[in-house]
Structures are given as structure tokens and as C-alpha cells.
């Protein structure tokens, strides 16, 4: 991953990096093979560079990480999830513009 703001999500680290977060936390849920999930990537970047400090933001690769992905009843990527106190409070399936995450995070935050 390019933006040093953006870490990965697994099974493993799901419980304590995303749901024990006190702030709140962005998802993209994406996979290798998928060219909207790839074009997604930069926007996300962005996203979690503009954040920085006041959302932490990831990606869980869907194929390496299907315990996660069928908690989440993932069946279209890229799908973006952001939880609050460990709750989802917002989801986003395909391609999405920047501001549209943006303007929603800017709410969360407030």
C-alpha cells in the first residue's frame, strides 16, 4: 500500500485493530483481481491521508481474509465499511467518488 496511513485489515487483527478502535474506522474490503477495487485504491489513500489522526483506515483483502469478508456478508467488491465503537454505521458498495466518503466522515467526526 502506497499511503503510509492505510494499514491491512486480516482475520487475525479484525477484532483489535477495527472494532476495539476508539476512533472511527474506514474498511475498503477489496480484492487483487478487481479493477473497480483497484481504481478505488487512490481515493482511499486520499481519504486516509485527509483523515489522518481522526479515522483510521484500511483494506481487508477478501481473499486472503474470508472469515472477515462472510462476517460482513461481503459479496460485492469493493464494498467500504465504516464502524463507530465497533458498530458499522455506514457502507458503500462500488466505486465511490472521494467527496462522497469524505462528506460522510466529516459527519462521523463531527
Known sequence: M???NVVEFTDAN???EVLSSTTPVLVDFWAEWCRPCRMLTPIIESVADQFQG???VGKVDTDA???TAS???INSIPTVIVFKNG?????FVGLQ???VI???LTDICK
Open 2 to 4: 502506497a499511503s503510509p
Open 87 to 91: 458498530v458499522p454505521v455506514k457502507t
Open 102 to 104: 469524505a462528506n460522510h
Open 14 to 16: 479484525f477484532d483489535s
Open 65 to 67: 481474509n474470508r472469515e
Open 71 to 73: 462476517k460482513y456478508g
Open 54 to 56: 481522526k479515522v483510521k
Open 97 to 99: 467518488k472521494q467527496e
